[in-house]
Nanobody
């Protein structure tokens, strides 16, 4: 069973930056497609960004394009989410997730991911 552990959340002022990290256990990290999702109170979980295994292609939700960057370091079993120009609406619990789709696949539906971290809180003050 793969385990995912997020870190890097916190409280930041609007316009600030954070970088989230997600360390994945196991020796097959490079074979997982990875994604970041978020969920605010009273709202559904939503896709933020994804990165594929193999070619490392990326895809972003429209509301974070140009502000957030997803990346991965297969040597460290880690996926990152760099977040710039943060807004109060970005406040949520952020989750990383893993799927075992074919190389080059990016999944945006949260039900398509098989493993999840516990989440890390991001709060952006105005």
């Amino acid at each position: 069973q793969v385990q995912l552990v997020e870190s890097g959340g916190g409280l930041v002022q609007a316009g600030g930056s954070l970088r989230l990290s997600c360390v994945v256990s196991g020796r097959t990290f490079s074979m997982y497609g990875m994604g970041w999702f978020r969920q605010a109170p009273g709202k559904e979980r939503e896709f933020v960004a994804g990165i594929s295994s193999g070619d490392g292609g990326t895809h972003y939700a429209d509301f974070v394009k140009g502000r957030f960057t997803i990346s991965r370091d297969n040597a460290k079993n880690t996926v990152y989410l760099g977040m710039n120009s943060l807004k109060p609406d970005d406040s949520a619990v952020y989750y990383c997730a893993a799927h075992t789709g074919p190389p080059g696949t990016i999944r945006t539906g949260w039900t398509r991911y098989s493993s999840w971290g516990q989440g890390t809180q991001v709060t952006v003050s105005s």
